[in-house]
């Protein structure tokens, strides 16, 4: 069965491209300043190096550990999880709803129209949308940039025999409900393509 702490990563996945954007806009406003290497001598001056290194990028490394979640949930929920028998009466695209992708740009058009607002002040606003995308659209999910173009997973909205809707991922392109035999639960409503 799916847990809560799935749904919360993919969520957060999803909108983690914001964290990219500010990442890269922090790099054009201070590229002045930048600095790329850490002095070797005393162990006080490395862990300077290091800290200041930390501070500079820390927005690029929560987007790398959002993007080696979202692979290792994949990877778990594949292995660990129960496979299912599906009988899928109809297939169409998922890849239209794009309500993560729109939300994650709020924390980069707020530091458009104010550029002098913190970082930290973003990163809470990145939490709380987070947040509300997990409690308001519990049951609806949503296009994930990260799992449609790094780990190259179509979206489908399939619906069962029984009448039942889901969001499917799938690696492969599905055209006949007839190709799709097997499911891992991922949440909810959210399964992803094993036949």
């Known amino acids: 069965m799916p847990?809560?702490?799935i749904k919360w990563m993919l969520t957060?996945?999803?909108?983690?491209?914001?964290?990219?954007?500010?990442?890269i806009d922090r790099i054009i406003r201070n590229y002045n300043h930048l600095?790329?290497?850490v002095k070797a001598g005393s162990p006080h001056e490395i862990l300077t190096g290091l800290l200041n290194f930390l501070l500079l990028h820390y927005l690029l490394l929560l987007f790398v550990l959002f993007v080696l979640a979202a692979?290792?949930?994949l990877r778990l929920v594949k292995t660990t999880f129960s496979r299912h028998r599906i009988y899928v009466k109809s297939i169409k695209s998922g890849d239209y709803n794009f309500i993560s992708v729109w939300s994650s740009f709020i924390p980069t058009l707020i530091k458009y129209v104010k550029p002098e607002a913190p970082d930290w002040a973003l990163l809470l606003v990145f939490v709380g949308i987070g947040?509300?995308?997990?409690?308001?659209?519990?049951?609806a999910y949503h296009f994930n940039v990260i799992l449609r173009y790094i780990y190259q997973y179509k979206y489908y909205e399939i619906s069962t025999k029984g009448e039942v809707t889901y969001f499917m991922l799938s690696k492969k392109k599905l055209i006949n409900p007839k190709?799709?035999?097997?499911?891992?639960?991922l949440a909810d409503h959210m399964i992803v393509n094993i036949s």
Request: proline share 3%.
């Open 71 to 73: 692979g290792g949930i």
């Open 131 to 139: 947040v509300l995308l997990a409690i308001v659209f519990s049951t």
């Open 35 to 37: 600095s790329f290497h």
């Open 179 to 185: 190709d799709i035999t097997e499911y891992v639960q």
């Open 3 to 5: 847990s809560t702490f």
């Open 12 to 23: 957060y996945t999803s909108i983690s491209p914001a964290l990219l954007i500010l990442y």
